[in-house]
């Protein structure tokens, strides 16, 4: 079955960058789209972004306040999150997504997407 693993997490200060990465392997993978989504302690979880696979459409939160750039690489199976000025609260567990086929789906709810990573955690300084 396909699997998703993100790497990249890490401590990062306050005002600094991030870049995530997330593979896909294991199986058959041809998405909608992926996703990142990202979850605190105690807190719900929130989209972040989305990028379309073969149009490259892409999507964001509203709440990164345009910080945030997603991108795929439909070669390596891939897609890319890269954040900057970080906050204090942009601290959670971020987590890649994929539907579990090309139809059209909402990107923004996380209950139409199939496959999760194992999640990787970014902390950000205070």
């Known amino acids: 079955q396909v699997q998703l693993l993100e790497t990249g997490g890490g401590w990062v200060q306050t005002g600094g960058s991030v870049r995530l990465s997330c593979t896909a392997s294991?199986?058959?993978?041809?998405?909608?789209?992926m996703a990142w989504f990202r979850q605190a302690p105690g807190k719900e979880r929130e989209f972040v972004a989305a990028?379309?696979?073969?149009?490259?459409?892409?999507y964001y939160g509203d709440f990164f306040e345009d910080r945030a750039t997603i991108s795929r690489d439909k070669a390596k199976n891939s897609a890319y999150l890269q954040m900057n000025k970080l906050k204090p609260e942009d601290t959670a567990t971020y987590y890649c997504?994929?539907?579990?086929?090309?139809?059209?789906?909402?990107?923004?709810?996380?209950?139409?997407?199939?496959?999760w990573g194992q999640g990787t955690q970014v902390t950000v300084s205070s």
């Open positions: 294991g199986g058959t993978f041809d998405p909608y789209a």
């Open positions: 997504a994929a539907p579990t086929g090309p139809g059209l789906i909402a990107v923004r709810f996380d209950g139409h997407y199939g496959y």
């Open positions: 990028v379309s696979w073969y149009a490259g459409n892409t």
